[in-house]
């Protein structure tokens, strides 16, 4: 529309414009504005041959309906000029130079040589051509939303470069410059640039192919929920307009309660309990069960919790605990596990630190992806966190199958090189029977295998093994064995208990809690206690050599020579002294215990001087390190102001250097 009034504005005669004036004209359009390729440049051409013609045939008119009678400032100002919007195109006719009168080299003002006025605007285009998507198209890659391409982005950047670095003149020096010299930056941030650049034109790649992808519903998962939730919103929309104008009691009957209203509810088997310890004060959420839900048969619930980080314990395996799951709280006991690589669901004793575990429940029917909320004080006195775990519904069976490790241990009675009889495994023959083929292992690391069972003693068996086993080796094998689930399943009802009594609610208790109100200490195992290991000396054989082997040793390592060789000590003897010798001894003992004395105290003077002596040593360093500090700050700060004299004085220089330069100008 903006070309055809600015064509339909001037009287120009279009019809001697050729095609090349056009394609010329086009080649001059502003960048964001020319982004098309060359296919539909053809478009491009036929569309301006018809505004063209437009034009002409709309000036044909005017002319001779002579209904134009005021005056166009825009002539007055600029002459007679053909001038198209600066945003589509740039284009100047002159038809009339000699009509043409200059004021003061910035006006021209135009001699009317016609009737015809030009400030009146007179639409005679045909509209309907923009409804047609083809003609639509020949100009959808003017507008941000086209596809523009890298070339014109490169083109872009060199005519933005040219611009800020154009030509000019040094009017002291009388030096000249151009575009196409060194002035320029650095190569660096040329690069730097050009790679934005490409970064931008990706993303922007990226972006239109996403967005196309939505708009013409390739690739675009959620089509169908957005296709439903536009239609309920717009359902939703009309509904609200219809019954506006009802009153609240009508519109109750045909779309039921809004969200907001007040209503009153109901309720059937409600316990006495609750109606006689009611408290208004006390907030109830009220919810419907849906119909999945609404079975009182139980189950097996597998979830996947996680411990709370704030929560400062860990949960033990089959703990009772307080479960929150959809509209239903309960306590019930549940069973810890992680499932491995393999498939198999293994026990856990306790929850895990950072990672996620499984547990099994005993639950009515609850649907998948429901969330759960595991607490285990109730008291609202706790001060510590009391959200132990969260966690969401995996899976709703009526069986479980969570297994746990369990080792076999035995001993070796006999021992035949790689074959060995082991007892105190197992304690019949079909048990043995049910263990063929497993995989055995020594304490030593010999790997076995389990054989066939033997008559007697009962439970022992033939195995064999890498090596050969020793007697004080133990054998054990690593088996699996099913938990059971304790099917525990109470609601929680403290609603019909006194408001006082609320926080004192107790339900199934822990085995902790049990022992601390019954004061009962915890059962120990002697087995599993730490004891000290006593062991045995060893006594091993006295030296035999054999006769042949004596024989051919040398004759100084002949055995008969080593037992002469072995010397026995003569025992000590008593001696008894004389007076005058136990005179002269205690003489002496006195003498020694005096020099020791004196030692002692020489070597507690010693100290007493090293230890001062270590202090006033330590006081002179950290008086000799503090003047050194002072000493040190002293000469930076003269360093500091000396190198702020130097950058003042530079830039004095540098002020009064471009000072001098001011006359120097750029000329484009």
């Not at 002539?75 to 284009?91: A, N, T």
């Not at 890659?141 to 086209?146: R, T």
């Not at 809004?258 to 006495?272: F, I, Q």
């Not at 996620?356 to 607490?375: F, N, Y």
Request: glycine residues 4%; charged residues 30%; contains cysteine.
């Amino acid at each position: 529309d903006d070309v055809d009034s600015d064509v339909n504005d001037d009287e120009v005669d279009s019809q001697n414009v050729s095609d090349d004036e056009i394609a010329d004209d086009v080649d001059n359009l502003p960048f964001k504005q020319r982004n098309f390729t060359h296919d539909n440049l053809n478009d491009l051409e036929s569309l301006a041959t018809r505004l063209s013609k437009s034009n002409t045939s709309l000036m044909k008119s005017t002319t001779s309906s002579n209904r134009l009678t005021s005056r166009s400032l825009h002539r007055l100002i600029y002459g007679d000029k053909f001038i198209l919007h600066k945003d589509r195109c740039s284009r100047i006719i002159n038809n009339n130079d000699d009509a043409m009168e200059t004021i003061d080299d910035l006006f021209s003002l135009r001699k009317l040589n016609s009737d015809i006025d030009s400030s009146q605007f007179y639409y005679k285009s045909d509209i309907n051509k923009w409804i047609n998507g083809d003609n639509v198209n020949t100009i959808i890659d003017c507008f941000v939303s086209g596809d523009w391409g890298v070339e014109d982005a490169e083109k872009q950047l060199k005519a933005a470069e040219d611009e800020v670095m154009g030509d000019f003149e040094d009017l002291e020096t009388g030096e000249s410059y151009k575009a196409t010299d060194d002035v320029k930056d650095d190569d660096d941030e040329g690069d730097k640039s050009k790679e934005r650049l490409e970064k931008k034109m990706k993303l922007k790649e990226t972006f239109d192919k996403e967005y196309d992808n939505i708009k013409s519903g390739v690739g675009n998962d959620n089509k169908f929920l957005d296709d439903l939730k536009a239609e309920v919103n717009q359902q939703s929309k009309m509904n609200r307009e219809a019954f506006a104008e009802l009153d609240d009691d009508v519109r109750v009957v045909y779309e039921g309660f809004r969200p907001g209203m007040y209503v009153r509810l109901e309720l059937n088997g409600v316990p006495y309990e609750f109606v006689e310890n009611f408290d208004p004060s006390f907030p109830i959420v009220v919810g419907e069960l849906a119909a999945v839900e609404r079975s009182a048969s139980l189950g097996v619930v597998h979830a996947r919790i996680k411990r709370h980080r704030w929560y400062n314990r860990v949960l033990k395996n089959q703990d009772p605990v307080v479960v929150s799951l959809g509209w239903r709280r309960f306590q019930t006991v549940p069973l810890y596990y992680t499932m491995d690589d393999n498939g198999r669901n293994r026990m856990l004793k306790y929850t895990p630190e950072h990672l996620h575990c499984h547990c099994a429940i005993t639950a009515p029917i609850t649907p998948q992806s429901t969330g759960m909320v595991i607490t285990q004080p109730l008291s609202w006195n706790q001060r510590n966190f009391r959200i132990a775990a969260t966690g969401v519904v995996l899976d709703l069976n009526k069986t479980v199958d969570i297994v746990k490790k369990l080792k076999l241990t035995g001993t070796p009675f006999k021992i035949f090189k790689n074959t060995a009889f082991i007892k105190g495994m197992f304690n019949s023959q079909l048990e043995i029977a049910k263990f063929e083929g497993a995989i055995i292992r020594s304490v030593s690391g010999l790997r076995g295998q389990i054989k066939r069972a033997i008559k007697s003693p009962e439970g022992a068996f033939r195995a064999t093994f890498e090596d050969k086993l020793v007697m004080s080796d133990i054998v054990f094998v690593t088996t699996w064995f099913n938990v059971d689930l304790v099917s525990f399943y109470h609601p929680m009802t403290t609603l019909c208990v006194a408001s006082n009594d609320r926080d004192n609610w107790t339900g199934m208790r822990t085995v902790g809690e049990l022992r601390k109100q019954n004061n009962i200490a915890i059962p120990t195992n002697k087995d599993s206690l730490y004891q000290p290991i006593e062991r045995a000396v060893p006594k091993f054989p006295s030296l035999k050599i054999p006769n042949k082997l004596d024989k051919a040793l040398p004759y100084r390592n002949k055995s008969k020579l080593l037992k002469s060789k072995i010397q026995v000590k003569d025992p000590v003897r008593a001696v008894v002294q004389e007076p005058k010798d136990r005179s002269v001894n205690r003489l002496l003992n006195a003498l020694n215990s005096i020099s020791t004395s004196k030692d002692i105290k020489q070597e507690r003077k010693q100290a007493l001087k090293d230890k001062l002596y270590k202090k006033e040593k330590s006081r002179i360093e950290d008086k000799a390190v503090r003047k050194y500090k002072a000493r040190k700050k002293s000469l930076f700060k003269i360093l500091g102001q000396i190198e702020v004299s130097e950058k003042r004085k530079q830039m004095n220089i540098d002020n009064s250097e471009s000072g001098g330069r001011r006359g120097v100008k750029r000329k484009r």
